[in-house]
Antibody, heavy 118, light 104 residues
Framework: QVHLQESGPRLVQPSETLALTCDVS?????????WSWVRQSPGKGLEWIGE???????NYKLSLKSRVTISIDKSKNQFSLRLTSVTAADTAVYYC???????????WGQGALVTVSS | VLTQSPATLSLSPGERATLSCRAS??????LAWYQQRPGQPPRLLIY???IRATGVPARFSGGGSGTDFTLTISGLEPDDYASYFC????????FGQGTRVEVK
């Protein structure tokens, strides 16, 4: 059974870069899935951030595209999120998730609450 | 855009819950439903509009195609009181704003 676990700093200064990593166990990032990031602001709904396929293709939410980078490290069996120039509006629980080729998310990490504050 | 209704559904245990999700354009059957309990990640319930994910009880069913979709819970159990989100494929993945099912 595939398991995902987010890790990274939970407090980020405004204007700095948010960086999270998702460790994949029980499966391989080289398999045919879209490795994805979704966030949820406190008390709000779910917002898809972007995704990367193991062959290198990426898709990002248009409004975040200029600030987001998702990458895969096959040697470590993990994938990562970088979000630059963060503001308080980027405070959220960040989930990594596995997206199927039918575009639904069948495996989710537990989530990491990242707070943007000085 | 996905629009879910109602925002909140107040029902008693054992009652039937019907949740709606409307898409602003035709998404064929690329529609999924998730359950989220407080402090937990979303859990996939239904994909391709009507297929139950592994381990999901039979009281959960999904229907619809095109722009109008429903999630039905045939008899509410205590664990079912949670928030439910629909999600579509599109050019980018988008989620509805959610429906919260609460105890009446």
């Amino acid at each position: 059974q595939v398991h995902l676990q987010e890790s990274g700093p939970r407090l980020v200064q405004p204007s700095e870069t948010l960086a999270l990593t998702c460790d994949v166990s029980g499966g391989s990032v080289s398999s045919s899935y879209w490795w994805s990031w979704v966030r949820q602001s406190p008390g709000k709904g779910l917002e898809w951030i972007g995704e990367m396929y193991h062959l290198g293709n990426t898709n990002y939410k248009l409004s975040l595209k200029s600030r987001v980078t998702i990458s895969i490290d096959k040697s470590k069996n993990q994938f990562s999120l970088r979000l630059t120039s963060v503001t308080a509006a980027d405070t959220a629980v960040y989930y990594c998730a596995r997206g199927t080729l039918r575009a639904h998310f069948d495996v989710w990490g537990q989530g990491a609450l990242v707070t943007v504050s000085s | 855009v996905l629009t879910q209704s109602p925002a909140t559904l107040s029902l008693s245990p054992g009652e039937r819950a019907t949740l709606s999700c409307r898409a602003s354009r035709n998404v064929t059957d690329y529609l999924a439903w998730y359950q989220q309990r407080p402090g937990q990640p979303p859990r996939l319930l239904i994909y391709d509009a009507s297929i139950r994910a592994t381990g999901v009880p039979a009281r959960f069913s999904g229907g619809g195609s095109g722009t109008d979709f429903t999630l039905t819970i045939s008899g509410l159990e205590p664990d079912d009181y949670a928030s439910y989100f629909c999600q579509q494929r599109g050019n980018w993945r988008t989620f509805g704003q959610g429906t919260r099912v609460e105890v009446k």
